[in-house]
Every structure is written in C-alpha cells, then in structure tokens.
T-cell receptor, first 113, second 114 residues
Framework: DQQVKQNSPSLSVQEGRISILNCDYT??????FLWYKKYPAEGPTFLIS?????DKNEDGRFTVFLNKSAKHLSLHIVPSQPGDSAVYFC????????????FGKGTKLTVNP | GAGVSQTPSNKVTEKGKYVELRCDPI?????LYWYRQSLGQGPEFLIY????????DSGLPNDRFFAVRPEGSVSTLKIQRTERGDSAVYLC????????????FGPGTRLTVT
C-alpha cells in the first residue's frame, strides 16, 4: 500500500514555463513534507519542505503548496530551466516515531530548451 | 563542508556471499538512516540510528540484513547470504538530530548480486 503517490512518471515542459509536480498521500499522520531532486548516479538532494501547519512555502523559483483536506501537495518551478531536468521525489514524515521518510516513486522532469 | 560519503560506489557479488556497505555521515549529524532504492521506485526506509543505537529497524526486510554504528558516526550495513533480489542502490542519509526532518543523502552504493 503506497502511502505517498506520484501518479505522473514523467513531465515535459518548455524552458521558461512553469513546471507543476503533484503528490498525494494517504496517511493523515504525516505532518512534514519534502521534495528531493535526483540526478542520475547521485543521491537525492533536498530541495524544499513544508510543515502541515502551513499551506505554502516558497524558496526562489520553487514553491510547494499543501492542501491538507485533499491530502495533496504540489511543487511549482517557475521559470523552469534545462538544469532542472531530473527525477523529483515527494517524501513525507510523521511526528515522533522514527522520523523516517516515506517516498513516492518519483516524476522525471524534462525541461526542453 | 563534506557531505555524506558512501563506499564502495559499486559492489558486484555472487549470490550467497556476504557484503558490507559503509556510510560516513556529515560531521556533527547524530541521526543516520539507510534506505534502499530499486529500479523505478523511490527510496525505501531500512533502519534509523540516533547516536549509536538503532531507534527503528522496522524496514529491514529480514534477518540477513544488519547495521551497526558503534561510535555514533560511521555506519556499516551488512548483508549475509546475498540474494539476487537484494540488488539495488543502497542510500545513506544523515540529519542534524532526530526531529530535524531534512535528511541529506550520500551518492549511494549500487549493489549487484549475480
């Protein structure tokens, strides 16, 4: 049973346009959400996070939106750049316990020049 | 500063053999995590250390897998009697402390069991 779902395996956008990556979760105990970016042959790199007490967090070109009632979050990248091409993983964690991260399967983003 | 390092970067072993994978976390990080990533999947949690002790090993798939962190820094993931299904990228991550949600990952060790 996948607790974190990224239903789009891939996304292709034009340079300069907005990229929107989506993530859904099922476990209502999750209270912290993270996005990681991964290039081939490298480990995941932390990108941006959001606590469940917020509905938006922004860092430069990257914004994460959280809709708790829908158990949905999204990552917006604007403007998209070719260097953003990578696999993006959504991850979630629950307070207390082991703070382990539960990951989605990832979305491969391709930004075309 | 230096990030999380993992050695070896690649390991090929025969079915039934024993392997050790090493992780060196970011200096000063007290929490250390092991994940496993299979092709087309996201990383899956294996075990988490806070200091020297395993705080949660619920992700270890069976008793062939074991991990240690004797001095609270470097960790070793040990796999006995390897099987072809163990082939994956093994990722290590560290964070400043338990409850510091941002985890920083190493480049991983690609394990291939033939």
């Amino acid at each position: 049973d996948q607790q974190v779902k990224q239903n789009s395996p891939s996304l292709s956008v034009q340079e300069g346009r907005i990229s929107i990556l989506n993530c859904d979760y099922t476990n209502s105990m999750f209270d912290y959400f993270l996005w990681y970016k991964k290039y081939p042959a490298e480990g995941p790199t932390f990108l941006i996070s959001i606590s469940s007490i917020k509905d938006k967090n922004e860092d430069g070109r990257f914004t994460v939106f959280l809709n708790k009632s829908a158990k949905h979050l999204s990552l917006h990248i604007v403007p998209s750049q070719p260097g953003d091409s990578a696999v993006y993983f959504c991850a979630a964690s629950a307070q207390g316990g082991s703070e382990k991260l539960v990951f989605g399967k990832g979305t491969k983003l391709t930004v075309n020049p | 500063g230096a990030g999380v390092s993992q050695t070896p970067s690649n390991k090929v072993t025969e079915k039934g053999k024993y392997v050790e994978l090493r992780c060196d976390p970011i200096s000063g990080h007290t929490a250390l995590y092991w994940y496993r990533q299979s092709l087309g999947q996201g990383p899956e949690f294996l075990i988490y250390f806070q200091g020297t002790g395993a705080a949660d090993d619920s992700g270890l798939p069976n008793d062939r897998f074991f991990a240690v962190r004797p001095e609270g820094s470097v960790s070793t993931l040990k796999i006995q009697r390897t099987e072809r299904g163990d082939s994956a990228v093994y990722l290590c991550a560290s964070s400043l402390s338990a409850g510091a949600y941002e985890q920083y990952f190493g480049p991983g060790t690609r394990l291939t069991v033939t």
